[in-house]
Structure formats: C-alpha cells, structure tokens
T-cell receptor, first 116, second 113 residues
Framework: GAGVSQSPSNKVTEKGKDVELRCDPI?????LYWYRQSLGQGLEFLIY????????KSGLPSDRFSAERTGGSVSTLTIQRTQQEDSAVYLC??????????????FGPGTRLTVL | SQQGEEDPQALSIQEGENATMNCSYK?????LQWYRQNSGRGLVHLIL?????REKHSGRLRVTLDTSKKSSSLLITASRAADTASYFC?????????????FGGGTRVLVKP
C-alpha cells in the first residue's frame, strides 16, 4: 500500500500570504501528526489528531497556524499571513495507534516552505 | 523543550568503523524509537525498544536502553557511506505525553568512503 504523501513538495510564497499544506496518511491509520523542522534542527511537534478525539494543538506556535482532519483521513495545515520565520520543512506522520501497538510513526516526504 | 537530547550533535567516521550515538530523556517512557533522516526530508523508522527491554538488534544496528539512567544508545556497526544521515531518538511516554512521540535534536553522521 501507499505510504504517507504530502503536497506540495515545495512551496514558495510571499510574506503575508496564506498557505495550505496537505497530508494523506496511510489508509486505516487513526493517528496523524504534523511537525516542523527548521534547517539543521530537530522536529518540533505542532498538532496531533487521534480518531474522533479533540486534537492536541499544544505545539502550534501561534494563532496563525491551524489544522483540520476531514473524515478521519486527509489533513490540511493552514498558515495564515506567513512570516519569514515560518520557512521550514513541514512533516506529516501517521500511525495505527491501536491498543497493544507501539506507535511507530510513518513519515511523509515533507513540504519545504519558503517565505520570501 | 525536547524530551530527548542527543550526543554527539555530529559524528564523522571512516567507512567500516562503528558509529555510536546517545540519547537522554527526562520522563518515564513506554518505548524509545530511533529514526533516520536523509537530506532533510521524511524520517524512516529504524528500531524500537520497549521500556522493559535492555538491548535490541536489527541487522547492523544495536540499541540499548537504561531506564535507570534515562538513556539509550544506537550503535551502527561496519558503517557504510549510505549510512550518512541524521539520526533521531524519539520517546513515547504514552498518555503522560498526550500519546505523541517527542523527538531529540538529532545526531548528524557522516561516513567517509
């Protein structure tokens, strides 16, 4: 089966514009995560969806960031009024998160966002 | 703040040598995982060790876990140029951490041919 896919792979935008990043998780995976990775840095957790539960938004850096997960599958991360410091690679991951499993995460290839 | 802190931040070795990197964490965990990242893109899961395990092997990879010291190590034996990548540890504290993994800052490994 297909892995996690993300689109676009690269996005260049001007400061102040809104952007939408898309993630298609592995079919059947109930958990979906968004991370941000600045150049040469580790992963910064942004948001986590688990089934029908309320998402864990504790990692979102500002109210310009929001995410949705429709129908328990595809997720969209939206950044409004982008700033240059938003430039990073945005990574999505999914996991099955079933009882008794170990929460191994499967990552997409990421979207490289550049804000000019 | 990050749960895992990795050491060293960067490592340069010759092909054929072993590479060892360490990860320390702060809270109790359910399991600890190691991931590899090539060229700043998606991460690939390498190996998982549960809190009740002390050592695990997968091919040329050997992972140890010391829960009393809250630390783990990843050993890559007989390294190859293709092992050049960044390696991240991630801790799963299960419900205590909101059911999400917490990643360390990574170790950049360069294997010179």
């Amino acid at each position: 089966g297909a892995g996690v896919s993300q689109s676009p792979s690269n996005k260049v935008t001007e400061k102040g514009k809104d952007v939408e990043l898309r993630c298609d998780p592995i079919s059947g995976h109930t958990a979906l995560y968004w991370y941000r990775q600045s150049l040469g840095q580790g992963l910064e957790f942004l948001i986590y969806f688990q089934g029908n539960s309320a998402p864990d938004k504790s990692g979102l850096p500002s109210d310009r960031f929001s995410a949705e997960r429709t129908g328990g599958s595809v997720s969209t991360l939206t950044i409004q009024r982008t700033q240059q410091e938003d430039s990073a690679v945005y990574l999505c991951a999914s996991s099955s998160r079933l009882a008794g499993t170990d929460n191994e995460q499967f990552f997409g290839p990421g979207t490289r966002l550049t804000v000019l | 703040s990050q749960q895992g802190e990795e050491d060293p931040q960067a490592l340069s070795i010759q092909e054929g040598e072993n590479a060892t990197m360490n990860c320390s964490y702060k809270t109790s965990i359910n399991n600890l995982q190691w991931y590899r990242q090539n060229s700043g893109r998606g991460l690939v899961h390498l190996i998982l060790i549960r809190s009740n395990e002390r050592e695990k092997h997968s091919g040329r990879l050997r992972v140890t876990l010391d829960t009393s010291k809250k630390s783990s190590s990843l050993l890559i034996t007989a390294s190859r140029a293709a092992d050049t990548a960044s390696y991240f540890c991630a801790t799963d504290a299960f419900k205590a951490a909101g059911n999400k993994l917490t990643f360390g800052g990574g170790t950049r490994v360069l294997v010179k041919p």
